[in-house]
């Protein structure tokens, strides 16, 4: 009959899974992407325009429709 020396045994602490304290074979968690700065004068200039055309094109909706038209026909015809 063998005889164990009770120093040998190790019990899980109190509160803790024992199959949590086991490793896992998963992957580390990848870092965070770092964030982008973002351009503040670009999307400001971008807004503006957009709502100047929205604006001027609900104020005069012929006129917007004649000359982006026009713009749209003359992109076509150079562009293919």
Request: hydrophobic share 45%.
């Amino acid at each position: 009959m063998t005889t164990h020396d009770s120093s040998s045994i190790r019990y899980p602490r109190p509160g803790s899974s024992p199959v949590a304290d086991l490793p896992s074979s998963a992957e580390p968690p990848r870092p965070a992407a770092p964030r982008l700065p973002v351009n503040w004068r670009v999307v400001v200039a971008a807004g503006t325009m957009i709502v100047a055309l929205s604006s001027w094109a609900m104020a005069a909706p012929e006129h917007a429709d004649a000359v982006i038209g026009g713009v749209l026909a003359w992109v076509a015809s150079r562009l293919g």
